[in-house]
């Protein structure tokens, strides 16, 4: 595969991320979906490297899917477990990604609870003057991108498989249903839909969804949704980001191409925020007979781990007509390959 242009060499957030840059993402993953499609789908790319997941938090697709990720580019991968390591000792994370950096790392993949943990660490191999790349696996309620990007790249290839790229999504309606307080999945969607020219409307009860939030994306022009125009020295490209807020979840899924549904962060609910769960299902929960008001073409996604039965419904979860749950797994495993290719591609 020739190397795409790419100067990133850490993956932290994608709120300055270009429109090239999606894209590059985009036809990466096709191609790495089409090696995963073969009957060997191991390719020698990243042979010699080493690439280290380092989560201080609990998961389950993210770490295997960068782990089987990082396999089928032929790279060594260490997997760090915070239970049985120094960290129960009292050493640092710094002080543990150091320990990795000797061990000859070029690629850490990173989560932490707190937020900007992947960004303190960025920062010390940047110090450090090693070619270390770091990609953020999900901080706290901040971002995480590799999700949002594999969600971008599930679907752009429903809309079309040979050539899955951010223009599809021009004005499509997208929303984004739930615990969107908690989210670091909303977070980064919301960059990169908006990004994309699509139309993202967020719902959720005001506890999850507090008015607040409009000033961690900027300041929103009132009543019109459109939050700002952006535009990219690399591209030229200028866009208007446009996002909505609702209250309730009849305007935000009508005539939606895409319904996100979000799962309630139970663990990073400090004070209750919610009457009961079978109140938060009968008025944001995602069912069949909701759909109806949505484009019949409607599709519906959930980054996973799923509360079954509270943000969306059992049938509706394991319908293949309508979720591409199944399917965002799928496609993890190619963005992750896309990306840890991308960021290791200048050392190979
Ligand atoms: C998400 C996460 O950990 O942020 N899950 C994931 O990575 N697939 C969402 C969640 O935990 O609800």
Redesign the pocket.
Known sequence: MATPIWTRRHVLSLADFTPLEYDTVLQTANSFREVLSRRTKKVPTLQGQVVTNLFF??????RSSFELAAKRLSADILNFAPGTSSLTKGETILDTAKTYLAMGTDMMVV?HKEAGVPHAIAREMDRLNVKVGVLN??DGQHE?P??ALLDLFTICTILDPDQPRLSLLQNKKIAIVG?IL????ARSNIWSLTASGAEVHLAGPPTLLPRLFEAFIKEPDPGSGVWGTASHPTSGTTFSRRLFLHWSLEPAIRDADFVMT????KERMTSHLLPSLREYHQMFGITRDRLKLCNPAVKVLH???VNRGVEISSDLMDDPQFSLISQ?VTS?VAVRMALLYLMGSGKA
Do not use: I
């Not at 979000?262 to 962060?265: E, H, I, M, Y």
């Open positions: 938090e609990p998961s389950t697709r993210t989560r696996a999900g995480h590799s999700q615990d908690h989210s670091r999945v979000l799962r309630l962060q980054p996973g781990p965002q993890g």
